[in-house]
């Protein structure tokens, strides 16, 4: 069964590695990434995605939890990339990637949500493993499926 919705991954390893490492024919031109970044992303498929990440970086090496599920995949994942805009790298070719740097994991979350928020994107909010997360501050809300709201 594919679940589908927003993810963050964050890595441990010290040294930087090729965000394309998997293939060789172009990992040397590719973004390094290591435990300074995070990167904030859609999957159609989480699980399959997560499994890209440990063929990419080494299972010991990648934490992957998902944020948020939802169907509105490109409309959540702009909102999201908008909001973290000033956090994105770029790649050697010069185009802003998802990877993140200079920002905390837990605060790249609590901006997606915001912005999921902010953008009335209806979504269905994951318990996130890894992460403390606070909820919204009292009076605060958060969308799930079906546009229904719940306060906190």
């Not at 090729?18 to 031109?29: E, G, L, P, T, Y």
């Not at 390094?32 to 080494?58: D, I, P, Q």
């Not at 934490?63 to 409309?75: C, K, R, W």
């Not at 994951?126 to 919204?136: E, K, V």
């Amino acid at each position: 069964m594919e679940i589908s919705g927003l993810y963050i991954v964050t890595l441990s390893n010290q040294k930087p590695a090729s965000v394309n490492a998997q293939d060789r024919r172009i990992a040397d031109r590719c973004l390094e990434v290591n435990f300074e970044n995070c990167k904030v992303g859609k999957a159609k498929n989480l699980h399959s995605r997560e499994r890209n990440y440990w063929r990419t970086f080494g299972r010991t090496f990648v934490s992957f939890d998902t944020i948020v599920l939802t169907e509105y995949l490109s409309d959540a994942e702009r909102s999201v990339l908008a909001a973290l805009l000033p956090w994105r790298v770029c790649s050697p070719s010069g185009r802003r990637t998802e990877w993140l740097v200079g920002i905390e994991p837990q605060k790249a979350v609590t901006l997606a949500l915001a912005a999921l928020n902010m953008e009335r994107i209806p979504f269905q909010a994951a318990s996130l493993s890894l992460f403390s997360i606070p909820a919204p501050a009292d009076g605060q809300s958060v969308c799930t499926d079906g546009g229904e709201t719940r306060r906190f």
